[in-house]
């Protein structure tokens, strides 16, 4: 009988990659665990370091922050920018919700978000007034009506303004952060949060001037600026700025995932997507002056349908990113990288979720627990990155770093498999069929196939399942109240292999997965 220690120094399985390679030159270059972060120090660069970016950013959001504070402040006074304040918080926390939904399948960084928001309610914002303010007051200057002024600052120079400044921030992180913005659903939520920051600001200024106006007039209650005020840029329309805006994050997003070679598209796409955005605007902010009902016209045949549009198209994104783990990760299933029930499960909100909470009450505290569901749900977000990494290459819109790209992200995967594989293949079991989850009982990674160490070990060793190279799947020990799987077929081992290679599948523009050339662990 052979030692379980050394077994567990055996290879990886093979990657999915461009061309076929031996297994040494795919993994050569995958780090060791705790050197993946590494970077080598150079001197005299501060510019250059993360750090020195991170914080040059910052302080400049913050200066923006600070000057448009004293500019609304100016503006309301004191006791009107605390009221706008007040009201002008209610639905970004709902917005925000909404937007981090949508972006579950994926999630993108907080920091990236973060900057978005800050960029629209700061630097955006900032821009926005200072720009609308000079331009108003030049038209009416040269055109000594005051009035007109008005109107055409609302309709045609505030639509480009804000929006503009808006999309520098999609623009930012889409040249910047190119691997963490890979689609329409990174647009339209990076998007969203830069127009929630933006609309919150200036829902301040308007609501604070609103309740600076009933001081003057005396009014209060249902009939004041301040309700109608509330009303219509709370209560009916507080996805306006999102709207307009996460056209032109679509832009952005159908760019990310065209080919290379398109470079007119690429360019034309988020182009597009600003144009879009600042028709709707302007037709928006012009409605006022269509008549006594041109807002509701506006608002009930173009605002709605388009925000319905928007909608389905969002949530198509999201589901899209789903079936895009179904069809892709099968290719690393057969490859030995996942077991054969990990892309069903990973394709499925719901095993997504009950996998996490198997992890967490497998555990045997509660700090254990938090740590192995914050494992799984970095595999999740791993795997869900391979899939649409790899699709991106299918359509030629990867660059020459797919290789290196891929060899990270399956480098991350095997580093948590022995928590999330078990967790992820039970949830799919689990999930298969609703009356499951009343015999949903603790099971622990220690105990049956699939704990990745000793007999019956889930990582490709010992007489267990063996990452898509056993017997059966992983499964709690019997006696916990589970319907044992049935035997599966099983497959032939590396050893025993045809020798020639597995053909390309219909569709793919590279090798398909092949079995690796021995089984040495990289160096």
Known sequence: ?????????????????????????????????????????????????????????????????????????????????????????????????????????????????LFSFAWGACAAALVAIIANSFATRWIATATADPASADTLGATVIAPVVEESAKAAAVLLIFLFRRREFSGVVDGIVVAGFTATGFAFTENILYLGNAFGEDQQLGSSGLASVTAGTFFVRIVMSPFAHPLFTVLTGLGFGFAAVSARDHRVRRIALPLLGLALAMGLHALWNGSSSLGPYGFYAVYGIVMVPAFGLVTWLAIWSRQRELRTLAAELPAYAAAGWLTPAE???????????????????????????????????????????????????RHGAVGPDFGARERELLHHLWQRREIAAP?????????????????????????????????????????????????????????????????????????????????????????????????????
């Open 343 to 393: 892309p069903s499960a990973l394709s499925s909100m719901r095993a997504r979720g009950v996998a996490r909470d198997l992890a967490r009450h497998w555990q045997q505290d509660r700090i254990r627990g938090r740590a192995a569901a914050r494992a799984v749900a970095e595999y999740e977000s791993f795997a869900t990155s391979l899939a649409g990494l790899r699709r991106r290459a």
């Open 423 to 523: 967790a992820l293949t039970h949830a799919a079991r689990l999930t298969s069929r609703p009356e499951a989850h009343r015999n949903l009982a603790p099971t622990p990674y220690g105990n049956g196939p699939g704990n990745g160490s000793g007999p019956g070990a889930g990582n490709g060793h010992g007489p267990g399942y063996g990452y898509g190279y056993g017997p059966a799947p992983w499964s709690p020990p019997p006696g916990h109240g589970h319907p044992q799987p049935q035997p599966q077929p099983q497959p032939q081992p590396y050893g025993q292999q045809p020798a020639q290679p597995y053909g390309p599948p219909p569709g793919y523009g590279y090798g398909a997965p092949h079995p690796p050339h021995g089984h040495r662990r990289p160096h």
């Open 1 to 113: 009988m052979s030692d379980p220690s050394v077994q567990h120094h055996q290879a990886r399985p093979a990657v999915p990659v461009l061309h076929e390679q031996r297994l040494d030159e795919v993994l050569g270059a995958a780090p060791e665990p705790g050197r993946e972060r590494y970077r080598p120090h150079r001197v005299g660069m501060v510019w250059r370091s993360k750090a020195f970016r991170v914080g040059a950013v910052a302080v400049a959001l913050l200066l923006c922050g600070l000057i448009i504070l004293a500019l609304v402040r100016e503006q309301t006074g004191t006791e009107g920018f605390l009221v706008g304040l007040g009201l002008a918080v209610l639905p970004v926390p709902l917005l925000m919700a909404a937007f981090r939904w949508l972006d579950r399948v994926e999630p993108g960084p907080w920091r990236n978000l």
